[in-house]
């Protein structure tokens, strides 16, 4: 049992903490994780949209967690030092700590974040790069997977990191049940980016048929003229429109994709390394063990022995 601690300094974000308890703590997750909500002074903590919320459990629920997850909260001030110590000692004695949103200055203040790289929400990256300026932040992606310290950026980014960790925690089989309970896609494409303020003409351009159509059609060698031909766009045009609707290129993207199916191949069957590269439109198992390798450093069969689900069979592919 994966004992998941949220704790929540006021006034509490409501929907980033309503995350880790939709993910963590419904009833049908009770085989997996332990979840329990805790904060500095138990009883009603007023949340950003104006009501309480009640909590029972002190900071001392810190001490037996095995994962740590701070919502966000405003205004954006240190926690007290209370918290931090208790971040403190839940990092080293080895809890994964995580944030949700603006939770990310609760980590900053505690030190954990200190010469890694973090991201937030994107309206208030510059405020914790100026604050805490030992911190790389970047803004552009949806979370950050330092190891024991993860991020994540706005809000719904939140989905993301806690579908994430899931997957870490059980594989791929069980990140996808909890993301097909939610109605939410297990990994998004493309990055914060796409959300930032910025001027994208309204045409009612949507691409995602499109998307669809080169998922289904990943096996084989795609390129940018044909993916421009299907959406009925000339190829400069879509792929200046691409990367303003999915933050970006299509390459990228499409390479992305192949390497969230390759992921998936490796953890759930026990198809063979060459068979999963070439069902991706990886082609070879040497570009699979390549792409894999610059995205995560890990071969295909380090891969799977690592994430591979408990119903698979301990037999592999080469």
């Not at 990092?91 to 980590?107: E, H, M, T």
């Not at 990055?191 to 003409?201: D, I």
């Not at 390549?290 to 380090?302: M, W």
Request: aromatic share 8%; net charge neutral.
């Amino acid at each position: 049992m994966h004992a998941v601690v949220a704790l929540v300094v006021p006034e509490v974000i409501i929907f980033d903490l309503a995350i880790p308890a939709e993910i963590f703590g419904r009833a049908v997750e009770r085989e997996r994780y332990a979840f329990t909500v805790c904060t500095e002074r138990p009883g009603a903590v007023r949340s950003t949209s104006g009501f309480d919320v009640q909590i029972g459990t002190g900071l001392d629920a810190i001490e037996a967690a095995d994962t740590v997850i701070v919502p966000g909260f405003f205004p954006r001030n240190d926690p007290s030092p209370a918290v931090i110590a208790a971040l403190r000692r839940a990092s080293a004695k080895g809890a994964r700590v995580a944030s949700v949103c603006v939770g990310a200055f609760a980590l900053a203040a505690a030190g954990l974040l200190d010469g890694r790289t973090a991201t937030t929400h994107w309206e208030f990256a510059d405020e914790l790069a100026a604050r805490f300026p030992a911190v790389r932040v970047t803004p552009e992606v949806l979370y950050v997977d330092e190891g024991p310290i993860l991020t994540s950026a706005g809000i719904a980014a939140g989905v993301d990191l806690c579908l994430y960790m899931v997957r870490r925690d059980y594989g791929a089989l069980a990140a996808g049940e909890v993301s097909r309970r939610m109605v939410a896609p297990v990994h998004r494409a493309g990055g914060q980016a796409q959300f930032m303020e910025r001027p994208v003409p309204d045409d009612g351009l949507g691409l995602a048929a499109t998307r669809a159509w080169a998922i289904q059609e990943m096996h084989r060698p795609l390129t940018v003229s044909e993916l421009a031909q299907h959406a009925g766009y000339s190829t400069r045009t879509f792929a200046r429109r691409f990367v303003a609707e999915v933050g970006a290129t299509p390459l990228r993207w499409l390479t992305s994709q192949r390497l969230l199916e390759a992921r998936r191949l490796l953890e759930a069957t026990e198809l063979p390394i060459e068979e999963v590269a070439w069902r991706c439109g990886l082609g070879t198992a040497a570009n699979l063990r390549l792409h894999l390798a610059r995205e995560a450093s890990i071969t295909p069969t380090a891969y799977r022995n690592a994430f591979r689900g408990d119903a698979i069979p301990a037999k592999v592919g080469r």
